[in-house]
């Protein structure tokens, strides 16, 4: 059974941090590409950022560079989003979303359930 399982949401205040993290099961991590998004109500779901297989190939939305982090740990079956300064705009539910294998013709896409963050004083 796939799973993806964010954590590490929360409520923060402007210029904080926090540390999303998503682990996987039920298939094979080290040949998905991973990405986290977010979404705000009444709005499509944004990309975050993007990792590659090995972890290192990455790309941020243009608001993260700087800020956030992308990383992943194939021995852990995870990968993490690093927040730092956030903003109140940043308030929004964080997915993680899996997408492979690479190099195959047929690419599965799942996702978590999403992790809120609240970033407000």
């Known amino acids: 059974q796939v799973q993806l399982v964010e954590s590490g949401g929360g409520l923060v205040q402007p210029g904080g941090s926090l540390r999303l993290s998503c682990v996987a099961s039920g298939f094979n991590f080290s040949t998905y590409t991973m990405s986290w998004y977010r979404q705000v109500p009444e709005k499509a779901r944004e990309l975050v950022a993007h990792?590659?297989?090995?972890?290192?190939?990455?790309n941020y939305e243009d608001s993260a560079k700087g800020r956030f982090t992308i990383s992943r740990d194939n021995t852990k079956n995870a990968v993490y989003l690093q927040l730092n300064d956030l903003k109140s705009e940043d308030t929004a539910m964080y997915y993680c979303?899996?997408?492979?294998?690479?190099?195959?013709?047929?690419?599965?896409?799942?996702w978590g359930q999403g992790t809120q963050v609240t970033v407000s004083s």
């Open positions: 979303k899996a997408v492979g294998p690479i190099n195959s013709a047929l690419v599965n896409t799942y």
């Open positions: 990792i590659g297989t090995a972890g290192d190939s990455t």
